[in-house]
Nanobody
């Protein structure tokens, strides 16, 4: 069993920054790719970024490229999302996700390939 706990959400003005964290516990040896998804009210959950266990390859949605940075600590059990130049359209609940097996290419963005999910943390960006 794997548990993911997110933290770091909050309210920020447009142009500001936030750093989200996601700590994994339990059978962390089974975790490979970790990612972030977000869901705004009335919209589907969408991929934001992901990082593989092997070689720490990173992937980003076009909407966040150049503004968000995903990283992972050395023991591979905590993943971070540094969010800069935030916009009101970034407002959403952000979910951490973990997959058993590294996801390469477009697979990083498929929700169904992630076996474990956190409860989510709210990010609100005011205009």
């Amino acid at each position: 069993q794997v548990e993911l706990v997110e933290s770091g959400g909050g309210l920020v003005q447009g142009g500001g920054s936030l750093r989200l964290s996601c700590a994994a516990s339990g059978r962390t040896s089974s975790i490979d790719t970790m990612g972030w998804f977000r869901q705004a009210p009335g919209k589907e959950r969408e991929p934001v970024a992901a990082i593989t266990r092997s070689a720490s390859i990173t992937y980003y949605a076009d909407s966040v490229k150049g503004r968000f940075t995903i990283s992972r600590d050395n023991d591979k059990t905590t993943v971070y999302l540094q969010m800069n130049s935030l916009k009101p359209e970034d407002t959403a609940v952000y979910y951490c996700a973990a997959a058993a097996g590294d996801l390469y290419g477009s697979r990083w963005s498929y929700k169904g390939d992630y076996a474990h999910w956190g409860q989510g943390t709210q990010v609100t960006v005011s205009s």
